[in-house]
């Protein structure tokens, strides 16, 4: 009975440290509405400037050096990405259009729009899914602790005044997935990785969650989302882009269409979680919502120190960039669920 007992303590030790390393080093802990920003002058929410590259049609030629695929996950065809010359919309709406695929370049990726282009890929994985079983009116969100409900979207399921004065478009994506915005879930968590979403120990056992299944799986099983947000922040873990294909991967295999999203800060300083993701996007075909593009005319790009924590430099969103962090989200969901769903 001893040994059993010194054995469950080390697991349990085990766990501790590594959630606590996972919090430290994701830079994103809860609590971190609380922001002091540096010389950021805040003002009421405003519709952010979509921008597009105005640059001629040219393919995009080679890929960014990045981390190496992992062997286990099956080979992909890469997309052929280019740019256009559509025109900068200075207020982004939802639009259903689809494309074959992701019209931009990679290595451009800061100036990709606000607002998702969608390409025809998630509407037929949407529409496999919705045959397996998937449910039209559920969507979930893979995130750190700027998507806990209280932060990010939650407000679209506790303010009807606020919901009436929306367009008519966002009313009606808020109307369909009524429920999602405000519900607790197993994968959203102060310092969740892509790393963390696939560790069985993450969820804590909470949320009805087996001991045996991941975050990701557990979700995916007790809420059939349609879509799934994919708005991981700051974090230093090497084998980010890896976990993220596994995470894709499981998601196209049940006909779930991913969002995959930018952040505002640079902690990494090179820019490379943005360009994997942007990457990830032009490889599956799915979405991305460039919120990196949505804070851009804001000072410090819409980050600022929290309290207490400003050796960790300027990677918590303003009270102007959490404004838009909720609103350019609800118009990207908006925006895929339009599209895939006609």
Known sequence: MRAVTASASRQWLLYLLMAVLACYLSACQSGMAAVEPQNVPLSGIATPVASASATAASLFAASPTLPPQSSATPSRVQPTVVHTNEDPSPNPTPTSALLEAVQFSVEDWKNWPVIPQVPENARRLYQRGIALGNDPHAFSIIGDCQSLPETFLGVYDTDPELVSSLPSDLQAAIENFAGSFNRQSPTIKGGTTAGAVLWDEWHERKFTCQSNESPLDCELRLHKPSIVLINLGTHYETRNITYLRKILDKLTEQGIVPIMATKADNRELDDRLNLENALLAAEYKIPLWNFYSAVS?????????????????????????????RYTALQALTTVWMAVSK
Not at 303 to 321: A, C, P
């Open 297 to 325: 005319d804001l000072p410090n790009h819409g980050v600022g120190v929290k309290k207490g924590e400003e050796f960790l430099g300027e990677i918590y969103l303003s009270d102007e960039g959490l404004e838009r962090h």
